[in-house]
Each structure stands twice: as C-alpha cells, then as structure tokens.
C-alpha cells in the first residue's frame, strides 16, 4: 500500500511540476512575443505552433492532476450535499464517476486513434501532430485510471457509508 502512495505521489507531483513548467513557458513565450511587437529585433514566425503544443499539454496534464485530487467542479458534489443519506449521497457519487468513467473511456479511444493515425507534421519545426496530440490519450489514461480507483471507493461506501465527506 505504500508504493501505491509513493505513486500516486510522484504520478501527482510529476503532473504539477510538468503543468507549472508548461505554463511558464508559455508565459514566457507570450511575453516575448508581445515585446517583439514593440521592439521589432526578431520574428516569432514559429509562435503559433509551440503555444498550440504547450497551451494543450497545459490544459489536458492539467486537468489530470486536478483530476487525481478531485480538485475540479463535480456536479454530484452539490446535488450530494441535499441529500440527507449516506447511501444515496454514495450512489450519487457512483452515478457520476461511472458517467464520467464512461466518458474518458470513451476519449482515450478515440484520442488515441486520433495520435496513432496522425500523420502531419507543423509548418515551421516539422514537429509531427502526433506529439501534438499526444497529451490526451496520456492524460485521459491518468483520468480513466483514477476514475476507476473512484468507482470502486464508490461501490465500497455504497456497501458500508462511512459518510466522511
């Protein structure tokens, strides 16, 4: 069991410290390009295909390590807090990480196909799309992965409430 924190611990932390380093970068970039404007000495002529890979990465790797803390805005979460039993607040909960277990499965799939027959490559660095498009199935694998780690928590409360939320 503690390997599996350790994990979950590194996965997370590796998750955050690729999303903080993907964002400066853009930040980074985006300055620059607002001062070229100023100061013409260069040109960012390749600017719109690395923001396109870095905004993307940031949104999906993003997404995975809010989703691994459930950090993000769950619609069974407000509906939940109505309901006075803890049985029902659990089957609730399973409904929704069920649908969304539905979901991600569902965008793996076709992200994956999507990066697996990808064949184009960007206008100024020839980076192939495919690398492009390679943070969502990695992403949606995290969140399919967790997901499923909520459902079974889910279906173990459902059993035996222990209402700690």
């Known amino acids: ?25 853009l930040m980074l970039i985006l300055t620059a390009n607002v001062f070229v404007r100023f100061v013409p000495i260069l040109s960012l002529h390749w600017l719109d295909e690395i923001v396109e890979l ?30 006075k039993s803890p049985r029902m607040r659990a089957a609730l909960r399973l ?15 076709y992200s994956f196909q999507l990066v697996r027959r990808s064949m184009e490559v960007t206008a100024v ?17 995290v969140m399919l992965f967790y997901s499923l780690r909520f459902v079974l928590r889910d279906f173990r409360e459902l059993r035996t409430p222990t209402d700690t939320r």
Do not use: N
């Open 125 to 141: 660095f020839l980076i192939p799309k495919r690398v492009l498009y390679s943070c969502m199935p990695l992403s949606s694998a």
């Open 54 to 83: 870095l905004f993307a990465a940031l949104v999906f790797y993003g997404s995975a390590a809010l989703w691994i803390l459930e950090g993000h805005f769950q619609a069974g979460e407000w509906l939940a807090k109505s309901l």
């Open 95 to 109: 409904a929704v990480d069920l649908g969304s277990l539905l979901f991600l499965a569902v965008f793996f799939r």
């Open 1 to 25: 069991m503690k390997f599996l924190e350790r994990l979950d611990a590194a996965v997370l932390a590796a998750l955050k410290l690729l999303t903080i380093g993907l964002f400066s970068a």
